[in-house]
């Protein structure tokens, strides 16, 4: 076999066990919404109307499709993953409309067409005298330990001017509004996030290292109604990114996260 020959088949080994994209992107996993297998409905105890989340197709592409009325509920990715070694995701997402009375800011418009939701796991070796106490009767009146905290990626329905807004509800939860209005109704729009900066600059902390991934579609408080779409949502790293969750908790590093139009 020749030089280049060689060559050649090396970048292919390299590539299937690396599981790298174009431009040394290395990836966790890429969900395609062929079916939900790897998904959960979570639900609210005081909210009795639940999302709607089914698998839309249109010719050989399919999407999950999220329709709210007065309802909410929460679908989940079943496995967690370390922040750190794959910090950033990118999906792509559409909505049908904004949601009438919809407002970030107050508890009464805090409804959203749709978000991706990024919880945090509650981590006992990092935490305080007084988390853990708290966390500890969580624990022992619901059998596990809640989130820590979470980061909303929102697409809001106003045109607030802030791109970061605490959650009217708790502290812990930080609104990142990557979208806003309906000027962008009815086309899909790409998102690229980068996770450990995001958190950072919501929070003036470092994340927990272990996290969970969610998709929402929620229009109890407004009682409204909502319809929209994510066409794929893939969690990875770049070739800049850090390898070890200890050398990223050393020295923070990442880049500004892309957004742009499909």
Known sequence: MSRTGISLM????????????PGNEQVLFREEFQDLAKWKEEFFPKIPRHTTYSIGNQGDRSYLKTQSGSSASLLIYTETFDVYAFPRVRWSWKIDGIIENGDAKTRQGDDYPIRVYIA???????????????????????????????????????????????????????MILLEK?????????????????DYERAFGEKPPARA????????????????????????????GDLDTPGAALASPQGSIPVHSEN
Not at 10 to 21: E, H, K, P, Q, W
Not at 137 to 144: C, D, R, S
Request: glycine content about 8%; hydrophobic content about 35%; overall charge negative.
């Open 10 to 21: 090396c970048l292919v080994i390299m590539a299937f066990f690396s599981d790298a994209y």
């Open 120 to 174: 945090f796991e509650y981590d006992p070796d990092r935490a305080g005298f007084l988390d853990r106490t708290r966390y500890g009767v969580m624990k022992a009146l619901y059998g596990q330990y809640p989130p820590h905290s979470s980061l909303n990626y929102i697409w809001a329905n106003l045109q607030h001017k802030e791109d970061v807004l605490d959650s009217p509800y708790t502290d812990r939860s930080r």
């Open 181 to 197: 209005g309906g000027r962008l109704a009815g086309v899909w729009v790409q998102e690229d996030i980068d996770i450990i900066r």
């Open 212 to 239: 969970t991934i969610g998709i929402m579609n929620d229009s109890d408080n407004t009682g409204g109604s909502a319809t929209s779409y994510i066409d794929y949502l893939m969690v990875y790293r770049a070739s």
